[in-house]
């Protein structure tokens, strides 16, 4: 059965990090490219960042730009979402998605984990 398990969420002062993991069981990541999303309750699903299957393309929302670095380790099965200098505004349950091609919106993808809960708060 192809899962996606994400883990790396907590609660973290403003200004502080996490790094978040998308991990994979039942399937391989090298051939998908792996998409973060956020969403607050009440609220859609946000695109945040992408990154292609060869790691070559990636993708940020204007809001995290310059903030928050994807990256994967195909010998891992796993990709990484570094999120420095957060801010209250980040506070999302945040979830990671394999599909196709690396875009920011939800329908490029077809498989999708569960959530892990980010909260930025003093």
């Known amino acids: 059965q192809l899962q996606l398990v994400e883990s790396g969420g907590g609660l973290v002062q403003p200004g502080n990090s996490l790094r978040l993991s998308c991990s994979a069981s039942?399937?391989?990541?090298?051939?998908?490219?792996i998409g973060w999303f956020r969403q607050a309750p009440g609220k859609g699903r946000e695109g945040v960042s992408c990154v292609s299957s060869s790691g070559r393309i990636t993708k940020y929302a204007d809001s995290v730009k310059g903030r928050f670095t994807i990256s994967r380790d195909n010998a891992k099965n796993t990709v990484y979402l570094q999120m420095n200098s957060l801010k209250p505004e980040d506070t999302d349950v945040y979830y990671c998605a394999a599909g196709g091609l690396c875009e920011l919106w939800t329908n490029e993808y077809d498989h999708w984990g569960q959530g892990t809960q980010v909260t930025v708060s003093s």
């Open positions: 039942g399937f391989t990541l090298d051939y998908y490219a």
